[in-house]
């Protein structure tokens, strides 16, 4: 199980503002050292609230890539996004997205 992507993978995600905030997530996390690993075992109730020094780093790198413009919901939406690709695996993902796009099509 993969969740490796390339940013082509994320076309699946129709809205280009919500597929700019899943790339910056993606590569945020692969910046940091463990990031991954972090994300396959992230167990807290909230990405929003975590004071886990990760999430702090995940963050930053994530302004540090440009996107600086999260609210809490839109930075724990991603995050969950990747949450779900660390845990489940890339095929899984694009049929996550795939899904959603049928349902609200």
Same mark, same amino acid.
């Given at each position: 199980?993969?969740?490796?992507?390339?940013?082509?993978?994320?076309?699946?995600?129709?809205?280009?503002?919500?597929?700019?905030?899943?790339?910056n997530a993606y590569d945020a996390i692969?910046?940091?050292?463990?990031?991954?690993?972090?994300?396959?075992?992230?167990?807290?109730?909230?990405?929003?609230?975590?004071? /886990?020094?990760?999430?702090?780093? *995940? =963050?930053?790198?994530?302004? +540090?890539?440009?996107?600086? @413009?999260?609210?809490?919901?839109?930075?724990g939406w991603a995050m969950r996004s990747m949450e779900y690709l660390a845990? /489940?695996?890339?095929?899984?993902? *694009? =049929?996550?997205?795939?899904? +959603?796009?049928?349902?609200? @099509?």
């Amino acid at each position: 199980m993969s969740y490796i992507m390339q940013a082509e993978d994320f076309n699946i995600v129709d809205d280009s503002y919500s597929r700019k905030m899943l790339i910056n997530a993606y590569d945020a996390i692969t910046m940091e050292d463990g990031g991954w690993d972090f994300m396959k075992n992230f167990n807290e109730e909230s990405f929003m609230f975590s004071r /886990n020094p990760m999430v702090n780093k *995940i =963050s930053n790198n994530m302004a +540090t890539l440009g996107f600086d @413009g999260h609210s809490g919901a839109s930075f724990g939406w991603a995050m969950r996004s990747m949450e779900y690709l660390a845990k /489940n695996g890339k095929e899984a993902f *694009i =049929s996550k997205f795939d899904q +959603t796009a049928k349902l609200t @099509g």
